[in-house]
């Protein structure tokens, strides 16, 4: 590991002496430290990395970030990130690898996730978007709804999840696409939220065409790949490395010190509890980071999910209790189309109705404690009656 700092190191120096970011454009500086493999050290040659241990790059991003070096703006595009990427990698053709990778990395092109539908939230497999193939040009036409996308108004690509086949049970009959959301046919309504804020958007997909080189794996193959996703999908919410007492807790804790007349006794027991709380979940998330160093994210990232969400509500409420009248203000009901969520910068009474999402979004907590009950635990399964009817005969 010394022998691979070292080399990470010799990198980086020759990257900052080549393009200095002090006299270098952002961009050009990015494409440079891709071409370097620094951007995710843990991907392959030629493709951002360098085939190293993923937990490497946390020293590459502090070297780079201690010289003043610009980073891509993770938050812009985290579902990208975090999300799409990782199941392009470990999915996709090579050809695949080298149109998408690099202008996802880079923030050029923006992602959403086509996933959830009015009809199939937490029964995610029970999606009714259908995909059918056109023969004579090889495209896939895509009609249905999407609910719930996050970032779909600024969003240059999709991934999606429909149906291809309605004659089996609705599990085998999923595929996964890559679709463009600038194509004919792609609307994308604002869903306003209880915030004011309208992060989230519903998408209607009028014979949308999709080439057939945008196929994600088989047909088929959907629901398999569909869980690439959401293991990343949790574990990028729940287990984000971040300092001791940052975030929510951070917040909480410093409205306790600034306001001494709102103390009591109870208010106090639940700060400390609530702050031992966020501080194994934090070391949790860390251990959960370490295993990925060696391999893909599991159903373990459920519990950081988990956790995050219900904390954040917790954590959120005594702030609001400890700030008595002041908490019920409320900076700005001015709808807004946010490009990240920010959760530090506003004030309490944002943090407390943002939160409540929290434990919808990235998977309801009930579907995350019966995949930790199931998949984790090893428990008995839940009674599931639907599984060998074809999707085309279960009521809906």
Same mark, same amino acid.
């Given at each position: 590991?010394?022998?691979?700092?070292?080399?990470?190191?010799?990198?980086?120096?020759?990257?900052?002496?080549?393009?200095?970011?002090?006299?270098?454009?952002?961009?050009?500086?990015?494409?440079a430290?891709?071409?370097?493999?620094?951007?995710?050290?843990?991907?392959?040659?030629?493709l951002?990395?360098?085939?190293?241990?993923?937990?490497?790059?946390?020293?590459?991003?502090?070297?780079?970030?201690?010289?003043?070096?610009?980073?891509?703006?993770?938050?812009?595009?985290?579902?990208?990130?975090?999300?799409?990427?990782?199941?392009?990698?470990?999915?996709?053709?090579?050809?695949?690898?080298?149109?998408?990778?690099?202008?996802?990395?880079?923030?050029?092109?923006?992602?959403?996730?086509?996933?959830?539908?009015?009809?199939?939230? @937490?029964?995610?497999?029970?999606?009714?978007?259908? +995909? !059918? =193939?056109? #023969? *004579?040009?090889?495209?896939?036409? &895509?009609?249905?709804?999407?609910?719930?996308?996050?970032?779909?108004?600024?969003?240059?690509?999709?991934?999606?999840?429909?149906?291809?086949?309605?004659?089996?049970?609705k599990?085998?009959?999923?595929?996964?696409?890559?679709?463009?959301?600038?194509?004919?046919?792609?609307?994308?309504?604002?869903l306003?939220?209880?915030t004011?804020?309208?992060?989230?958007?519903?998408v209607?997909l009028?014979?949308?065409?999709?080439?057939?080189?945008?196929?994600?794996?088989?047909?088929?193959?959907?629901?398999?790949?569909?869980?690439?996703?959401?293991? @990343?999908?949790?574990?990028?919410?729940?287990?984000? +490395? !971040? =300092?001791? #007492? *940052?975030?929510?807790?951070?917040? &909480?804790?410093?409205?306790?010190?600034?306001?001494?007349?709102?103390?009591?006794?109870?208010?106090?027991?639940?700060?400390?509890?609530?702050?031992?709380?966020?501080?194994?979940?934090?070391?949790?998330?860390?251990?959960?980071?370490?295993?990925?160093?060696?391999?893909?994210?599991?159903?373990e990232?459920?519990?950081?999910?988990?956790?995050?969400?219900?904390?954040?509500?917790?954590?959120?409420?005594?702030?609001?209790?400890?700030?008595?009248?002041?908490?019920?203000?409320y900076?700005?009901?001015?709808?807004?189309?946010?490009?990240?969520?920010?959760?530090?910068?506003?004030?309490?009474?944002?943090?407390?109705?943002?939160?409540?999402?929290?434990?919808?979004?990235?998977?309801?907590?009930?579907?995350?404690?019966?995949?930790?009950?199931?998949?984790?635990?090893?428990?008995?399964?839940?009674?599931?009656?639907?599984?060998?009817?074809?999707?085309?005969?279960?009521?809906?």
């Amino acid at each position: 590991m010394s022998e691979q700092r070292s080399d990470l190191e010799q990198r980086v120096t020759a990257l900052l002496e080549a393009h200095d970011p002090a006299t270098t454009g952002r961009a050009a500086f990015l494409r440079a430290r891709w071409d370097a493999g620094l951007a995710w050290v843990h991907f392959p040659v030629g493709l951002g990395g360098l085939g190293l241990p993923r937990d490497l790059q946390a020293y590459v991003d502090d070297l780079l970030a201690a010289a003043g070096a610009p980073d891509n703006a993770p938050e812009r595009n985290g579902i990208g990130l975090g999300m799409a990427a990782p199941t392009i990698l470990a999915h996709g053709t090579p050809e695949q690898h080298e149109r998408f990778l690099r202008p996802l990395w880079l923030g050029e092109e923006i992602w959403c996730q086509l996933f959830s539908e009015p009809g199939a939230g @937490s029964d995610l497999a029970a999606v009714a978007t259908r +995909a !059918v =193939p056109d #023969e *004579a040009t090889g495209e896939w036409v &895509v009609n249905g709804q999407k609910v719930w996308t996050s970032s779909a108004h600024l969003a240059d690509f999709a991934i999606l999840v429909a149906r291809t086949d309605p004659d089996v049970p609705k599990h085998g009959g999923l595929s996964y696409f890559l679709l463009g959301m600038r194509e004919p046919g792609v609307e994308v309504r604002p869903l306003r939220q209880l915030t004011g804020e309208a992060e989230f958007n519903e998408v209607f997909l009028t014979d949308v065409r999709v080439p057939g080189d945008q196929l994600l794996g088989s047909v088929g193959e959907g629901w398999p790949i569909a869980n690439t996703t959401l293991n @990343s999908e949790r574990v990028s919410i729940g287990g984000q +490395a !971040v =300092p001791r #007492e *940052a975030g929510m807790v951070g917040k &909480v804790a410093e409205t306790w010190r600034t306001h001494p007349g709102r103390r009591t006794h109870g208010a106090h027991q639940r700060l400390l509890d609530l702050w031992v709380q966020a501080e194994a979940a934090r070391i949790t998330g860390s251990r959960v980071r370490q295993q990925l160093a060696v391999g893909a994210p599991g159903p373990e990232g459920s519990a950081t999910k988990l956790v995050f969400a219900r904390l954040a509500q917790q954590l959120s409420a005594l702030e609001v209790e400890l700030l008595g009248e002041e908490g019920l203000r409320y900076d700005d009901w001015t709808p807004t189309r946010p490009e990240k969520v920010d959760f530090t910068g506003r004030d309490a009474g944002y943090r407390y109705l943002r939160a409540k999402g929290n434990s919808i979004e990235g998977g309801t907590s009930e579907i995350l404690r019966n995949i930790i009950a199931e998949r984790v635990l090893g428990l008995p399964g839940e009674p599931r009656v639907d599984k060998d009817v074809a999707w085309k005969d279960l009521p809906r």
